[in-house]
């Protein structure tokens, strides 16, 4: 974004291992964990500040902000998976000079409206990225980062091309949410379309439960023992997406307006594509580096493709030693969060 850092420290070679230059530069970026910036600025924190949706949804993000007077770049991070877990992000980044938001996505946590896998994310995607650049302490250049589902709200937002996004750094994740997500060679991945559908369906179960918890809706009803605390609904409606799927086996429009592949001209900005050797994802983000090489939409955004493959898996962070039963010892954690500030410095 303007400021131009770069980490120096190599990693082991087993870790790193694939990574095609930074924004700017033309020598190869072959080192992690990045050597951690050391903190300019105080940070002040705004929670749940909200956003509105072109449709009048109202979703709400954590804040993280130099304690400063000027304007800043800042970085947007769009999630399904509560957005108070990446407050360690937000007080590292913010202290490094940028504003971090972090937005709960529509029907989760803190956020309005009814939560549906993947179809919500383009517009809004496009509707928070501009929000976020008119931010009173916004420079008006907004970032995108986050692995994985946040991933995904990434690449959906820049298939928009919002006029103020400057990048995204998606890390493992995929390039098509049929094959290579929901679907592997025709075949349902079952475990993790299942467990995946589980997990999110809680936040939705405990909304539900949230609303229709109201103690004199049941003021008459004897005898007391039969009192039902809140109203549980029928767990197979907590994710009509899942239904969805198995209703689209092939590869329809159902999934085309969501899939990246169908929309790399769309993507008109630099993208650092982080994957792990040991991901389910990982041909998916092979896939979005090489073909965004030649595909996306502007000549600067074909020539600011970059490609950082590291240890590790889908989920466990990059600090494993250890993936499956190969210790791959204690050289082989890095700092992926400093990788990611590196690129968005030079960028």
Known sequence: MNRFRLATRPAPLFALIFVLSLCAGEASFAQAPAEQAKP????????????KMRDGITLRADIYRPKAD??????????????????GFG??????GYV????????????????????????????TVEWAAALPYSDGKVGMFGGSYVGATQFLAAIASPPHLAGIAPYVTASNYHDGWTYQGGAFEQWFDQSWTSGLAQ?????????????LNWDRDLPLSDYPMFTVPDPRTLAPYYRDWLAHPGYDQYWKQISIEEH?????VPVFNIAAWYDIFLGGSLRNYRLL???????????????FVGLGGHAGGWEQEKIG???????????GDGIVLDWYDTC
């Not at 007080?91 to 490094?96: F, S, T």
């Not at 936040?203 to 109201?214: E, V």
């Not at 039963?325 to 700092?335: E, I, L, S, T």
């Open 293 to 307: 090489k030649t595909q996306a939409g502007t000549e600067a955004a074909r020539n600011g493709q970059r490609l």
């Open 70 to 87: 000027g304007k800043f770049p800042v970085l947007l991070q769009r999630t399904p998976y509560d957005k108070t877990n990446a407050a």
């Open 100 to 127: 971090v938001v972090i937005q709960d996505v529509r029907g989760r946590y803190a956020s309005e409206g009814e939560w549906y896998t993947f179809k919500n994310e383009i517009n809004d995607g496009y509707d």
């Open 40 to 51: 300019t600025y105080s940070v002040t924190v705004e929670h749940n500040v909200p956003a």
């Open 264 to 268: 790399y001209s769309a993507i008109r």
């Open 325 to 335: 039963d190969v210790d791959f010892g204690k050289n082989a954690p890095f700092d």
């Open 203 to 215: 936040n939705t179960l405990l909304r539900a439960a949230m609303k229709n918890s109201n103690a």
């Open 91 to 96: 007080m590292r980044a913010a202290a490094r």
